[in-house]
């Protein structure tokens, strides 16, 4: 299958700071990227569709200032949770797509002290 | 009703048994169906896709019943390996439309 990679594996921060995320399609090109959050024992819950060179979609109760998604490149696209804090700490892991099929990067564990 | 649903388990079964685990969906328009696994702390592999027919891939059987709207997962002899949570995901829309609903898992305990 399709691999998609993601960095930095985790992250540990302080309250207020912000945190960049990086997705990348290694061996196809992703015109759209998924982010999901993933809180313990609850399922992916999609935060956001990112669009190569347009403006992401965020889903219903995400703040679009606050998750800050780039898609740059068809094989990159960028998560920055801007002023972290503890509530935020979760598993985010970003998707790409490749023939209705989505492949999902390793995840990124964020905890915010 | 949740778009997806599935029963959470856990389901704990011996080595070698039989275990089936259904999920349904609530948009009857939907084109794709999916079965994911994910293990503890990692991000979701896609096992099978689900097609209408049904399909098989070695110990592993889907099932598509679009009148009853679910799909279901049949896993025989059952691997240590196996241990893991089960993801039922509907694309509503396919076609290239590539959006998915996830179910909440199903999580798999096979016991030695």
């Known amino acids: 299958g399709a691999v998609v990679s993601q960095h930095p594996s985790w992250v540990i921060c302080k309250s207020g700071t912000s945190v960049k995320i990086e997705c990348r399609s290694l061996?196809?090109?992703?015109?759209?990227m998924f982010w999901y959050r993933q809180f313990p024992k609850q399922s992916l819950m999609l935060m956001a569709t990112?669009?190569?060179?347009?403006?992401?979609?965020?889903e219903q109760g995400v703040e679009k200032d606050k998750f800050l998604i780039n898609h740059a490149s068809l094989t990159l696209s960028t998560l920055t949770v801007t002023s972290a804090h503890p509530e935020d700490s979760s598993f985010y892991i970003c998707?790409?797509?490749?023939?209705?099929?989505?492949?999902f990067g390793p995840g990124t564990r964020l905890t915010v002290l | 009703r949740k778009e997806v649903e599935q029963d959470p388990g856990p389901f704990n079964v011996p080595e070698g048994a039989t275990v089936a685990f259904n999920c349904t969906y609530s948009?009857?328009?939907?084109?794709?169906f999916f079965w994911y696994r994910q293990d503890c702390r990692k991000e979701p592999k896609l096992l099978m896709s689900?097609?209408?027919s049904g399909n098989e891939d070695g110990r592993f059987t889907a099932q598509l019943n679009r009148a009853s709207q679910y799909i279901s997962l049949l896993i025989r002899d059952s691997k240590l390996s196996d241990s893991a949570t089960y993801l039922c995901?509907?694309?509503?829309f396919g076609g290239g439309y590539q959006k998915v609903t996830f179910g909440t898992g199903t999580k798999l305990q096979v016991i030695p």
């Open positions: 689900v097609y209408s």
């Open positions: 061996d196809f090109q992703a015109t759209t």
């Open positions: 995901v509907v694309n509503p």
């Open positions: 990112s669009n190569e060179g347009s403006k992401a979609t965020y």
């Open positions: 948009n009857s328009a939907s084109q794709s």
């Open positions: 998707s790409g797509s490749s023939s209705d099929t989505q492949y």
